[in-house]
């Protein structure tokens, strides 16, 4: 991570085209399911963000070479040379938790430190254990790590408490390379999930229903290595792109952005105001904002409901929103953070539990100087800082450097007074 500072003047108006990047949700499993076949592996429009070097770094520790450069990661799995999940990287990044499963398929055994991440809430990793345990696997925890063995993994039918997106992705891999079928009831429907489902039928694997609530996957006994395979553009940037020009009066044009993946984005965004055109043949989406937003009601779920990754974002987008809004987290508990340091900034929000209140009649937003706690946070205060009076200066943008590729720089060249101050 690179420690640093944003400086923002409020003000601007972001008017031009954005790339959007490779999305680092389904960059990260798909790097992990290269684990599940000897060989040299090849994935195109991987972005450049800290958490895929994360991954790297833990593919490395367990004996593959791999490689990055213009945003393509080879990686050669031939000789992995330990199973185990070490604690000074999983701790960095949750999803590292994403090697469990393709290591047990492979090889019978695999540990894993209790993964960490952002501090948004619990997210508890016993769906992922209990699903493997109805794989086969014996699994046990000591000392911070889990171990699971299995001779060979068999298929089950598993029903998930939530449709997490990690879990269903965890069992999704192990259960490619089991003996016999396997059902997965209630699983995640997220578009990053149908992203890794169609890598690893490339791979061999025989998945169906990827993208509804119940997956099917006929185990085989092997798979080979994935070549060329391009990752799904990233929705949650795209989206976080949309909610900035909206709450700006900006006009931007996305580019290589999947409009059906933000179907409840945009939905919201044009109920507030905005003029939003999609072209899902051509990719682009292109975003006008109002001179004012409306208010709105937001209440995340999971897909294809609004995300929570995106709610953030809007709360910020609507703090000058002409009325009260409702933002209300479903998903994890501790996601409303950003508040506090929105408040240092003039938004007039209140909290009671997982609601918050936004009165747009009564903020006055001014530059500030605040720091972001989590990665999508981060993003909110970023567009705050857009729309402030003054001069806004984060910290803690090791968070955002988690998720998004040169964000002050794509930001930068729309027009919006954008800089970074790194500290040696």
Known sequence: MRPGRLIIKGGCRP????????????ALPLLMATLLAKGEHRISNV????????????LEVLG???????????????????????DEIVRQMRASILA??????RFGEAEAAMPGGCAIGERPVNIHLDGLSALGAMIGVEKGYIRAKANRLAGARIRLDFPTVTGTENLMMAATLARGKTIIENAAQEPEIVDLSSALNAMGAQISGAGTEQIKIEGVRELHPLQDYEVMGDRVEA???LIAAAATRGDLLLERANSEY???TTALLRQAGAVIEADPAARTIRVKGPERLKSIHVVTAPYPGF??????QMMAAVTTANGRSTIREEIFENRLMQVKEMQKMGAAITVRGNMAEVNGLASSLRGSEVRAMDLRASASLIILGMMAEGTTEITGIEHLDRGYERIEQKLAAVGVDISRLDIS
């Open 307 to 312: 995300p929570t990754d995106l709610q953030a």
């Open 15 to 26: 008017v031009g085209k954005v790339e959007i990047s490779g999305a680092k949700n389904a």
């Open 100 to 105: 469990l499963g393709p290591l047990l398929a």
């Open 262 to 264: 933000l179907i409840a």
């Open 239 to 241: 989206g976080t792109f």
């Open 64 to 86: 593959a070479k791999a490689t990055f450069s213009d945003q393509t990661m080879t990686i050669d799995t031939t000789a992995l040379s330990q199973t185990k999940a070490p």
């Open 47 to 58: 972005p450049d963000v800290t958490d895929v070097h994360t991954a790297k770094k833990l």
